[in-house]
């Protein structure tokens, strides 16, 4: 389990995150939600252990500002936004780099194989001969997720179950590869990992994640289930914009409508 | 770049998993091996007098025959030719190793220890040592002996490698046009500073430092290599444990971290390398260029950007195209010498300037 308690993160002197809690269990997709500045972005770095933060974050019971960046690298596996490289790797170069730490959890000898299993994951097989500069954003954004699914192979190793940290992991994606990302991690995540990813998405988020985060101006605004923080009259004021929750047909997954805007 | 990358293909050893460099790229390094022996032996078999190596090699074999040889030959070839050569290699392997360790580092291809301003930095380092190693610094080189030269070179090295990362990156990024004008304004002050030395100094330093500026490997004597040749190894026995780190790096400072490599460790060892070898170098050589530029792009073009091969294969091409500007410096006026940081400056900056110009849609320059 990831927990957090009581995390305060301040870049100089302005505070971005005060007193967060905030829980993922392994087995469950869990969505951070919430508007452009509400400190998604920097609790997402503060798990992924690139800002000094307040009060305490432990991976299955280890405190994260303790452990080793190896350690910490056989624990979880974090997907940045956006990644530009300034030398020419090939695709499959960039997602073998996942395996460097040499903690990928496959079989012996199973190494080797895994960029190639990975990139088909992602649906981009036959891609690993090319130029990963010469990709488009989203399947650069892929070949990433590939790389990443690659340091964390085995969702549960040794026994501990291990994380993937998702920063805006559809952002460039066409319709088609968001599903399959979110299906990514749903199966992650049923294989006994745990999954925090950063959506934009609601009705994404309200179809493949167990448990969700909204946060507003740096704090906590809700968490729960998404049927139990899906709720018109939240959304509506976290966001600063009237939202309409519905289900169709009743009980199903419910989606969200921005109400219509009155054109002045 | 793709075009190029793709034009020098090797369809046949395609038998590894498409992307895949690793084989390519041994087969190059053991290429690069047998080159560079070719090359060193033929830099041993020549120069200005007509010594000949096949005869001072027949002496070790058949001692009886050796009082036979002239001394000369065995002194032309035991104490000029072959402190050269080696000088060489170790020149050579240095500056090229800088520049792929320093390219990783600032995730720039354009880094250079020449072209950023660090040897001018070690060579105001070396200047000073040079014109007040006799008076006010003479404790320092009486305390440091023959490592006092390199030692001032390697400080200067650093002091400016970490002005330069300081001024040029933000957050892990650097941007290109920052670090060309820091580097500029890094080199014009160590310049300046040089200068004013220069200006203090006699008339025999003088001359010394006009030749030894321009680079040469004239001169090497095994004296200097015993000076520069331990820190050089190290440096390049240290760049092999930063192979990974470097490979990471290029994901950014953060995915770095992320995938388990103690980033900070890691660039302060890279400092300390390109210092250590581009200050060596420049103690026992002076200003030679270019070559920490051309030699890792040419590598990337064949093998690509994977550091566990570009930092062995650079020291070996990096050793053997210095041993060939040296050939060249030593021929094109003989029975003079031509400085053979002219004939890397030749090469090299149109080079420079070609890279600039295929890159220049890519990075907002």
Not at chain 1, 33 to 54: E, H, I, Q
Request: glycine letters at 10%; aromatic letters at 6%; one cysteine or more.
């Amino acid at each position: 389990m990831i927990e957090a308690r009581n995390v305060t993160v301040s870049l100089g002197r302005a505070r971005i995150l005060s007193g967060v809690d905030f829980t993922a269990e392994p087995g469950r997709v869990t969505a951070i939600v919430g508007p452009n500045g509400s400190g998604k972005s920097t609790l997402v770095k503060a798990l992924s252990g690139d800002l000094p933060y307040g009060g305490s974050i432990t991976f299955n019971g280890r405190e994260l500002a303790q452990m080793k960046p190896v350690e910490a690298a056989a624990s979880r596996a974090v997907l940045p936004q956006a990644v530009a490289l300034s030398f020419p790797y090939t695709v499959r170069e960039v997602v073998r780099l996942g395996l460097m730490g040499g903690r990928s959890g496959a079989l012996a000898g199973q190494d080797e194989h895994l960029p190639e299993r990975a990139l088909a994951k992602v649906d981009l097989s036959g891609f690993a001969g090319r130029f990963y500069q010469e990709l488009s954003g989203g399947e650069q954004q892929r070949v990433q997720l590939a790389r990443v699914l690659c340091q964390v192979w085995a969702p549960v190793l040794e026994g501990r179950p291990r994380y993937l940290i998702l920063d805006e992991p559809v952002s460039s994606l066409d319709i088609k590869h968001q599903l399959l990302v979110m299906k990514i991690a749903r199966e992650f995540a049923a294989r006994g990992g745990g999954v925090v990813a950063v959506l934009h998405d609601l009705n994404l988020t309200a179809a493949f994640a167990e448990h969700v985060l909204v946060m507003r101006r740096g704090t906590r605004a809700a968490a729960g289930a998404p049927d139990a923080v899906m709720q018109d009259a939240l959304l509506s004021e976290v966001f600063d914009c009237p939202l309409k929750v519905g289900a169709v047909p009743a009980g199903a997954t419910p989606f969200v409508l921005p109400q219509a805007v009155p054109v002045v | 770049m793709s075009l190029s990358a793709r034009m020098i293909s090797f369809r046949h050893l395609d038998a590894a998993p498409a992307g895949d460099r690793s084989a390519r790229a041994r087969l190059a390094i053991a290429l690069l091996v047998a080159a560079l022996v070719v090359v060193a032996a033929i830099s041993t078999a020549t120069g200005a007098s007509d010594a000949s190596v096949l005869g001072v090699i027949k002496g070790w074999f058949h001692p009886s025959e050796e009082a036979a040889l002239s001394a000369r030959d065995r002194l032309i070839v035991y104490e000029i030719r072959l402190p050269r050569v080696a000088l060489g290699i170790l020149v050579g392997a240095a500056l090229a190793v800088s520049g792929a360790l320093m390219q990783g580092l600032f995730r720039n291809p354009l880094a250079d220890p020449g072209i950023v301003g660090v040897s001018a930095g070690a060579s105001l380092g070396a200047i000073t040592v040079i014109v007040l190693g006799g008076t006010v610094l003479g404790p320092f080189v009486g305390l440091f002996g023959i490592y006092a030269l390199p030692l001032a070179a390697f400080i200067g090295g650093l002091v400016t490698t970490l002005l330069l990362y300081r001024v040029a990156t933000r957050q892990g990024q650097t941007s290109i046009a920052t670090m060309l004008l820091a580097g500029i304004a890094l080199a014009a002050l160590a310049m300046a500073l040089s200068g004013i030395l220069i200006y203090m100094a006699d008339d025999r330093q003088l001359r010394d430092l006009t030749f030894w500026q321009l680079g040469s490997l004239g001169g090497a004597t095994w004296s200097k290599i015993g000076s520069a040749g331990p820190i050089i190894v190290l440096a390049l026995a240290s760049s092999s444990f930063l192979a990974r780190g470097l490979n990471a790096l290029a994901l950014g400072e953060a995915s770095a971290r992320h995938l388990g490599i103690p980033v900070q460790r890691m660039k302060n060892t890279a400092i300390l390398a390109v210092a250590a070898a581009t200050g060596a170098a420049v103690a026992v050589s002076g200003g030679i260029g270019f070559v920490g530029i051309v030699v890792p792009h040419l590598l990337r073009l064949v093998i690509g950007p994977d550091h566990r091969y570009l930092l062995p294969a650079a020291a070996l091409l990096g050793a053997s195209l210095l041993l060939l500007a040296d050939a060249v410096s030593r021929t094109v006026v003989a029975p003079a010498e031509l400085p053979i940081g002219i004939v890397t400056a030749v090469f090299g900056a149109p080079f420079f300037l070609w890279v600039l110009l295929r890159r220049r849609g890519i990075l907002d320059l």
